[in-house]
C-alpha cells in the first residue's frame, strides 16, 4: 500500500514539473526478474524508477549517506529498500538483492554508483554486471537525459519545466560468471551494457564511453537496422 501511495505523489510530482518523452516502455517485463541499467544524472533518476513502472516487486537500493536522515529511513523501511554502501563490495546487500531477483523482482540501478559532476558518463562498476552473471537476470538498458542536478536546479529556479526523456533497449544476457578471468569477464560484461545504454544517448552525454570500440559497433549496427528499415 505505502509503494502505490509513494507512486501515486511521485507521479502527480513529476507531472507538475516535468514533461517525459519515453520511448521502449514496452520493453519493461510486467513479471520477471530484471535488472533495469542506466546513466546516473540526478537525484530525480531514483524517482523515475518508481513511476515508470506499475510493479510491486520493485528492488530499491538507497546510498548508505541518506541513513543520517529520519524521512529517509523512515520512506526506506516503508519501501522495504536495502541499504547500500557504495564505497565498498556491499556483500550483505548483494546477497539480498540476488535472492528478490531470484525471486522475480526488478531492480533500477546505475553501475557509474554516483551522479554525475559533469552530466556525461563516468565509468561502470562491477557490481551490476556480477549479479547479472550470478543470477542470469536480463538486463534492460535505459538512457536518460533531463535530469542533471545542475540542469534540474537552475529550471526550477526560473519555474520552467523539465524536460525529460527516456529511451529503452532491447533487453540482453551475459554468460554466467567464470571461475577463471573474473576480473576481465566483469569488466568486459560492464563495459557491454554501458556502453549499450551509451548507444541510446545523444553523442555529448556518453562521456568515458564515447569513443569506446564497442559502441561504434553498436552505433553502426543501429545505422544498419535504420537503413534496412
Request: proline fraction near 6%; hydrophobic fraction near 45%; include cysteine.
Amino acid at each position: 500500500m505505502f509503494l502505490k501511495i509513494f507512486r501515486l505523489v511521485c507521479r502527480f510530482v513529476m507531472r507538475v514539473i516535468a514533461r517525459i518523452d519515453a520511448s521502449g516502455l514496452d520493453l519493461v517485463p510486467p513479471t520477471g526478474a530484471c535488472l533495469a541499467v542506466s546513466n546516473h544524472l540526478g537525484r530525480l533518476d531514483a524517482m523515475l524508477a518508481i513511476v515508470l513502472s506499475d510493479r510491486d516487486d520493485v528492488i530499491m537500493m538507497v546510498a548508505e549517506k541518506y541513513q543520517a536522515y529520519w524521512i529517509w529511513r523512515w520512506v526506506a523501511r516503508n519501501l522495504d529498500a536495502l541499504w547500500l554502501d557504495r564505497h565498498a563490495t556491499d556483500f550483505h546487500t548483494l546477497r539480498e538483492v540476488q535472492k528478490r531477483l531470484k525471486a522475480g523482482g526488478i531492480a533500477a540501478v546505475a553501475p557509474e554508483g554516483t551522479r554525475s559532476a559533469t552530466g556525461q558518463m563516468q565509468p561502470g562498476k562491477p557490481g551490476v554486471a556480477y549479479l547479472a552473471a550470478k543470477t542470469g537476470t536480463p538486463i534492460l538498458p535505459m538512457a536518460i537525459t533531463g535530469t542533471w542536478d545542475k540542469e534540474v536546479y537552475g529550471r526550477l529556479k526560473r519555474f520552467r519545466r523539465l524536460d525529460i526523456t527516456i529511451r529503452v533497449g532491447e533487453p540482453f544476457t551475459v554468460p554466467p560468471l567464470p571461475r577463471r578471468n573474473k576480473d576481465e569477464f566483469l569488466q568486459q560484461t560492464t563495459d557491454e551494457m554501458m556502453c549499450r545504454v551509451a548507444a541510446l544517448l545523444p553523442p555529448e552525454y556518453r562521456g568515458v564511453y564515447a569513443d569506446h570500440p564497442r559502441l561504434q559497433e553498436l552505433l553502426s549496427d543501429q545505422t544498419e537496422k535504420e537503413i534496412g528499415d
